[in-house]
């Protein structure tokens, strides 16, 4: 099984161009002050995983990145230009972005070849046969092509959470934002997810990923990043941040996680 990605790189961006830059992000819910003043990189085909307790960021940085929640504080540029600014267009920014949350959020009066090409026919405007093509050459790839034409609901949720992805992939985002996407799953449907998502990282995508599964975040980081009440604890290899914790709070937080 291969995932193709065809990754082209935005006509704003360069090498040395973070993909995803945060600068100073502070988001307020209330008086619960969620990320302060937070400040992370993600280099093109970079695969960074966020590590943390319920409540510490994780997910809300994954949808300020998104613009599904506006920031109270700081900056985020998406290859080089100011997503955050309030003049930015919010739809076109999101169209350079896959997405994919716990809860595959799969259309159930749409079939699975619909379902994969949605964004790529209503947002990017793709024909319908280059978008089926597309669509098909990602089912075929992710194992599901005779799944094409059933409805999300006859399909485990292994096979709906690698739908999701192959949804995200089908328009070639610049960056894959994916969100505890095995936190839903039965423990048996994990590895067939994760195993897709390591796929992908080898064909180079740049993915910032929440997730609690520490062996996976082991074997396919680039780079570990530990968030603690809305603030980045510790950063780095996954060898250092997972096997050699320099913080006391990251061994904590590992203890309780891996015994």
């Given at each position: 099984m291969s995932v193709s990605t065809n990754y082209e790189a935005s006509p704003t961006s360069d090498n040395s161009t973070p993909v995803l830059r945060a600068v100073g992000v502070v988001k307020r819910f209330g008086d619960n002050v969620v990320l302060r003043g937070l400040d992370l990189d993600v280099a093109a085909h970079e695969v960074v995983v966020l590590l943390g307790a319920s409540g510490s960021g994780k997910s809300t940085l994954l949808r300020c990145a998104n613009l599904l929640e506006r920031v109270d504080d700081g900056q985020i540029f998406l290859a080089g230009e100011d997503i955050t600014d309030p003049r930015a267009n919010a739809d076109k920014i999101r169209a350079r972005i896959g997405?994919?949350?716990?809860?595959?959020?799969?259309?159930?009066?749409?079939?699975?070849?619909?379902?994969?090409?949605?964004?790529a026919r209503k947002v990017h405007g793709w024909e319908k046969d280059r978008a089926r093509e597309r669509g098909m050459?990602?089912?075929?790839?992710?194992?599901?092509k005779d799944k094409a034409k059933e409805y999300p609901d006859r399909l485990s949720g292994g096979q709906q959470q690698r739908v999701a992805i192959a949804r995200a992939l089908a328009t070639n985002p610049e960056l894959l934002l994916l969100d505890e996407i095995t936190a839903a799953l039965d423990p048996v449907l994990v590895g067939e997810v994760l195993d897709l998502v390591r796929e992908i990282k080898e064909q180079g995508s740049t993915i910032l990923?929440?997730?609690?599964?520490?062996?996976?975040?082991?074997?396919?980081?680039?780079?570990?990043?530990?968030?603690?009440?809305?603030?980045i604890v510790e950063q780095g290899p996954p060898?250092?941040?997972?096997?050699?914790?320099?913080?006391?709070?990251?061994?904590?937080?590992?203890?309780?996680i891996l015994h």
């Open positions: 997405v994919v949350f716990q809860h595959y959020n799969l259309f159930p009066h749409m079939s699975v070849l619909d379902n994969v090409t949605l964004a050459e990602l089912l075929e790839r992710i194992g599901l990923m929440a997730t609690h599964e520490i062996s996976f975040a082991r074997q396919a980081a680039d780079r570990v990043v530990f968030l603690q009440n809305g603030q060898e250092q941040v997972i096997d050699n914790p320099h913080e006391q709070a990251t061994r904590d937080f590992l203890a309780r």
